[in-house]
């Protein structure tokens, strides 16, 4: 009865976001039956074809129709190739459907970047609803068309969440709370299961709505409570379906089955999470569920190929949970969702290669259905068999090896795992006497039961909402738009205390960083429907419109509210809002943060142009983020401050500026956002790209997360977020050295600037630059190899020596000064010795190089490029200064400067200072001037030569000179040279020729012009 078949895959492609916009990003997908084409932006040649079962075209094509639903528009060009939610539902949803009648498991997973379109497909938005809530209502359609049949059927719903490895059963609201969350468990016959997870009863689509809603109102409470990032969470909703009816014979039957509908976590990859690179990458476990994930869809698609490969469904919670789903029991259906976009190219592509893999997986799904007197019995002898196991502790050392996934084991990890088993036996138990009663009661017994049990909980979901048309209330507001307006909070008293629930239950309670015991107070006029808000004490973070508020202020309809740093609301007053008829706009988070952002001095200027637009976009990301981070570090004492810091590239020593192909120019330079970590106890300071203070951030927040819960939550040095190894390099500045005098083959000596991070001059390098022959034997001054042009350089030999000699006035707070630089295509860095304690290293470094021959393309780079050296080293700390500081708390040592951005360098100062960045035209002008002065004496050497020629022709009473002699002497750069062009007009002949021009031939005249 197995049919063995592929998993389906679907990709969809969304519009563009309004960040895409505004960047103006090209469309780089296309779509053709069921192949999706994605082009390479930086290489219009490389175009990747992918063929799954269904390509979905979403991303133009569409109207919107007055309910505010996205229809195919007949009268676009793409109108046909649009893929409105319907069509989805009707491909993919429908045929889970059928699949669901016929009593087979089924699993459908949604994957991609976040922000990619995944909830879209999956729950969707509003009057778009995505494959669940259509499924869910078809379903009970379906069911209602049979009720006559003599059949009964039974719809039980769950949803869990699985965050962070912990797995969260998102219909109890006690769950989040509970530590650790839900136990994955095995079972024999049904494999693994979270242990306790609710199921309930729904009988019609307004309960699984209700209860869609209740998953998604709990998930955003644990997102905003418990400052959970929600594009980390798994979400699973199960629909388990069961029919029972009696067959032919007059037995009654039963057919099963599950449905899984998956939305993953965000798959951003390593490389861009900011991970990579950072030693705290293995603690991060970015997302141990995905990369288990991964690993578990690329065994399976190796099996199918027929290579054997062990399957590791154990190494994650959500590979356990989802082991029918993807190598037994289920029909299974991927969709790949991807951003149309260029700048998301490298994530798309991942997407669709990760697809690519799954679609290779076979599952075999079996239809479950069993006579339902034999599933009592089986449950019955399944019980008594676990029993008799319990009582005799009779478990095989295969079954613990199992288990464990390893062979070895010690003493106590077989107790552990016995332990473990124990529990399990146990719960097993559980759960077969559970479904042993499921079967005893009637399925109308088991709806009212629900019914009664959630009564209470849908009174007061009714009230609020009553409430809400009429009294002052907040929504929320949160990054994933999906969370965004599901917690509301009524005004009902004339004073309402807003406070975390540590000291006592505030009337409004906020758990997150900045959140005081008693944080705000809310002062309400109910007569006039007026309200105002004020801090519960000074230092308590509430902002009204961006503006951090110091006193009592009045409330607006629309009003945005931040309190603490990562609380976000929007004040909604009803009554002010029908009593006058302004026009209010939809507030977003993105509207709110850019807002804040717009006040500390940033704004989203779109006019400004692509790469100043995402320069600012990044600086709206960062800042609450660094405002968060912050928070945490003082209210954990970490001793730590973050701030917002704009660096150039080529500080960075990303750019070698130089228009040769193949390399960028540093011409096009906007700073980029990097984090500056500041330890306040010690004083060191490390600079970190924006992904990985976003990945740190993460890890604060688990962090923050533990401390909340009391749970043993600090960490060893070497795995805390807020920690940086104190022996890491730190850049100390930066020289540009412009090779162009080798591209004319000048020697070079110069004292060259060292600027800072931050642009501002802080020393100075004596370095040379020097032609050599390919033995290393510099040309002097009388080899003269001076060109007129670097063209002519191109395929002979070049060779130059690239000396540092010292550096001189450098902060001597630095251990293991050295330099580091590449040259053309290097791909290592070559360092300098390294040097301690002092201002003035002396470094005396000397390397050769050398082009045999030299291309066109180094050509080009020596003319127009630079070397980046950079000079680290790593900080000194002084043990008497750190003594000090360790009376002080964190709080104490921020006192007054909590800003996200340095307070000596106001952001805007900074931009421009960063934006002018180092000025590179200084160094290249010490250059040029060097090469002017050398083609300057050139000339002069020619005019002289020239001159001296005339008084010689004088002298022998020539009347004409051959152009031979003009050429020579035009041509000799050195005595020699001028010697031997002496001797030759000295043996010339005086030709009769001459004589009848004076005193030289037209002619001739012309050509010596010419060449001059
Ligand atoms: N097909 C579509 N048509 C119109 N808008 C879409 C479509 N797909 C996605 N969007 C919009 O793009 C945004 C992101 O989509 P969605 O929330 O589904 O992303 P996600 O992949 O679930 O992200 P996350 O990983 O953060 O949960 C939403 O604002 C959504 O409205
Ligand atoms: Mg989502």
């Not at 690519?356 to 007197?373: C, G, H, S």
């Not at 478990?395 to 084991?409: C, F, N, P």
């Not at 951090?548 to 609301?569: K, M, P, Y």
């Not at 002017?932 to 000339?939: C, E, N, S, V």
């Amino acid at each position: 009865m197995a049919e063995e078949e592929n998993v389906k895959v679907a990709v969809r492609v969304r519009p563009f976001n309004k960040r895409e916009n505004g960047r103006n990003a090209k469309l780089i997908v296309k779509m053709q039956k069921n192949s999706t084409m994605i082009t390479n932006p930086s290489d219009a040649n490389e175009t990747k074809t992918f063929t799954f079962d269904h390509s979905y075209w979403s991303f133009d094509g569409c109207k919107e129709n007055k309910d505010g639903y996205f229809e195919p528009d007949p009268s676009h060009k793409h109108g046909k190739q649009f893929a409105d939610q319907n069509k989805v539902f009707n491909d993919l949803g429908r045929g889970i459907l059928d699949n669901a009648w016929a009593g087979f498991n089924t699993s459908l997973f949604a994957y991609g970047q976040t922000g990619s379109g995944k909830s879209w497909s999956v729950f969707g938005y509003g009057v778009n609803k995505g494959i669940v809530p259509i499924l869910a209502e078809e379903l009970f359609k379906e069911i209602d068309a049979k009720k006559d049949s003599g059949a009964t059927f039974e719809v039980k719903f769950s949803m869990l969440e699985i965050y962070n490895e912990n797995v969260r059963d998102l219909l109890d609201p006690n769950g989040a709370k509970k530590k650790g969350g839900l136990k994955v468990r095995q079972h024999p016959k049904r494999g693994f299961y979270a242990d306790g997870l609710k199921e309930v009863f729904v009988s019609s689509y307004d309960d699984i709505n209700a209860r869609l809603e209740e998953g998604t109102v709990n998930r955003t409470v644990a997102s905003t409570n418990m400052n959970a990032t929600s594009s980390r969470a798994h979400t699973i909703s199960g629909i388990r379906f069961v029919q029972r009816a009696k067959n032919d014979a007059g037995k009654e039957m039963e057919k099963k089955a599950l449905l899984n509908l998956v939305d993953l976590a965000g798959s951003e990859r390593v490389e861009s999470t900011g991970a990579q690179g950072d030693r705290l990458k293995e603690g991060a476990s970015i997302n141990q569920s995905l990369s288990s994930l991964g690993n578990v869809i690329s065994a399976l698609a190796k099996l199918s190929e027929g290579h054997s490969a062990r399957v590791p469904y154990r190494d994650s919670v959500l590979t356990k949970l989802l082991q029918n789903a993807l190598g037994g029991n289920s029909k299974t259906i991927m969709i790949a969702a991807i951003s149309p976009a260029d700048i998301n190219y490298d994530e798309s592509v991942s997407t669709l290669r990760y697809a690519d893999r799954a679609k290779q997986i076979k599952t075999k799904a079996i239809v479950n259905e069993d006579p339902t007197e034999k599933l009592i019995r089986e449950l019955k002898e399944e019980n008594d068999r676990l029993k008799h196991a319990m009582k005799s502790g009779d478990i095989s050392t295969e079954a613990l090896q199992d288990m464990a996934g390893k062979e070895v084991l010690s003493k106590s990890e077989i107790d552990a795992l016995k332990k473990e088993w124990l529990a399990e036996m146990k719960a097993n138990m559980k759960a077969n006497e559970k479904e042993a009663e499921d079967h005893k009661k009637t399925t109308e017994e088991k709806v009212s039961e629900q019914k009664s049990q959630d009564s209470e909980k849908e009174s007061a979901l009714q009230k609020v909402l009553e409430e809400k048309k009429s009294k002052p209330h907040f929504f929320n507001l949160n990054f994933d738009p999906q969370l965004s307006g599901r917690l509301v909070h009524i005004i009902q008293k004339s004073e309402t205390e807003i406070g975390n629930q540590k000291g006592k239950e505030s009337d409004i309670c906020m758990v997150g960083p900045g959140v005081h015991e008693t944080h705000a107070i809310l002062r309400q006029d109910k007569k006039h429907h007026r309200v105002w808000i004020k801090q519960a004490e000074k230092d308590c973070r509430v902002l009204v419109n961006g503006d951090a508020i110091t006193d009592e202020v009045e409330l607006f309809h629309n009003d945005r509210l931040v309190f603490g740093s990562t609380q976000l609301w929007v004040f909604q007053n009803p009554k002010e809002k029908d009593s006058d008829k302004k026009k209010y706009p939809p507030i977003t988070y993105e509207y709110a943060q850019e807002e804040i952002a717009a006040k500390a001095g940033v704004k989203v200027d779109s006019a400004g142009g692509g790469d100043v637009a995402l320069l600012q976009e990044d600086l709206i990301d960062v800042m609450p983020a660094v405002e968060e981070a912050n928070s945490i570090s003082e209210e954990l004492d970490k001793r730590v401050k973050f701030e917002i810091i704009l660096i150039s590239p080529q500080m960075l020593g990303k750019m070698q500026g130089t228009k040769a192909e193949g390399f960028t120019d540093m011409k096009s330079t906007v700073p980029e956002v990097c984090v500056k970590m500041k330890n306040l106890e010690n004083g060191t300071e490390f600079i970190w790209p924006k992904e990985k203070f976003l990945n740190r951030l993460y890890l604060m927040k688990e962090m923050y997360n533990n401390y909340e819960e009391e749970d043993d939550w600090d960490l060893p040095e070497e795995k805390d977020p807020f920690q940086e190894d104190v022996n890491t390099d730190v850049n100390i500045g930066t020289v540009q050295v412009f090779l162009q005098p080798i591209a004319y083959m000048v020697e070079m000596k110069e004292q060259l600037e060292i600027t800072d991070i931050k642009g501002n001059k802080i020393g100075v390098m004596n370095l040379e630059v020097a032609p050599c022959n390919k033995k290393g034997k510099e040309y002097t001054e009388t080899d003269d190899m001076f060109v007129d042009s670097p063209e002519e350089l191109v395929g002979k030999e070049v060779h130059f020596w690239f000396k540092i000699v010292n550096c001189r006035g450098l902060p001597n707070k630095y251990t293991d000064v050295h330099c580091k630089y590449r040259v053309y295509l290097d791909e290592q860095d070559i360092t300098t010795d390294k040097i301690s304690l002092t201002s003035n290293p002396d470094f005396n470094h000397k390397k050769m190089f050398s082009f045999t021959p030299a291309t066109r393309q180094l050509i080009d780079y020596l003319n127009t490029g630079s070397i980046m050296v950079q000079i680290v080293g790593k900080q000194f700390i002084r043990k008497s200064a750190v003594a000090q500081r360790k009376q002080l708390t964190t709080k104490e040592m921020l006192k007054g400067d909590r800003g996200a951005f340095s307070k000596t360098a106001n952001l805007m100062n900074g931009f421009q200072m960063n934006g002018r960045v180092v000025d590179p035209q200084k160094q290249s002008i010490v250059v040029e001037l060097l090469l002017m002065k050398k083609t300057q004496a050139r000339l002069q050497q020619r005019c002289d030569n020239m001159k001296k020629m005339l008084e010689k022709a004088e002298d022998l009473g020539r009347h004409g000179v051959s152009t031979r002699v003009i050429k020579s002497f035009f041509n000799a750069h050195t005595d020699e040279q001028i010697r031997a062009a002496v001797k030759q007009l000295e043996e010339e002949e005086d030709d009769e020729g001459y004589r009848s021009a004076s005193p030289l031939s037209q002619n001739q005249q012309s050509s010596v012009c010419n060449l001059l």
